[in-house]
């Protein structure tokens, strides 16, 4: 399975959203910087990520930068790119959809929408098989 990637400043938002995916299954790596993030994608143990969470206003590489970055390469071409920002405006939201992203999450976020937002992406996890082997 593929890992589902996070990149925000924030250790709050970085673990509500690793928690409330890791409980619905999903594999998740995250980064508090694009740049820690793009090194661990050019590692040769890195995975590229089903889906990616990416926080607009980061410290040394903003999001936009991060996502155009990734768009120009083929081998992330395909990853879905979910923008979280507290920015709200039309400009932001023409912006992250210039530098790639597939959507937006408006600042406090749900879970719900979170979760929403995944499995329309990257679909449900696969569940253990051998507990419906053994109802059958």
Known sequence: MQPIMIIDDSATVRKIVEVA???EGYQ??????????????????????????LDISLPK??????????????????????MLTRH???????????????S???KPFTTETLL???QQYVGIPAQDTSEVRHAL
Do not use: C, M
Not at 61 to 66: A, K, R, V
């Open 28 to 53: 998740v790596v995250s980064f508090p910087d694009g740049i820690e993030a793009l090194r661990w994608l050019q590692s040769e143990h890195s995975h590229i990520p089903a889906l990616l969470f």
């Open 61 to 82: 590489l903003s999001g936009y930068q991060i996502a155009r970055h990734l768009k120009k390469q083929t081998r992330f071409a395909h990853v879905p790119i979910l």
């Open 116 to 118: 929403k937002l995944t």
């Open 104 to 106: 937006f999450v408006t």
């Open 88 to 102: 709200n405006g039309v400009v932001d939201r023409l912006r992250a959809r210039l530098s790639g992203a597939s």
């Open 21 to 23: 995916l890791q409980r």
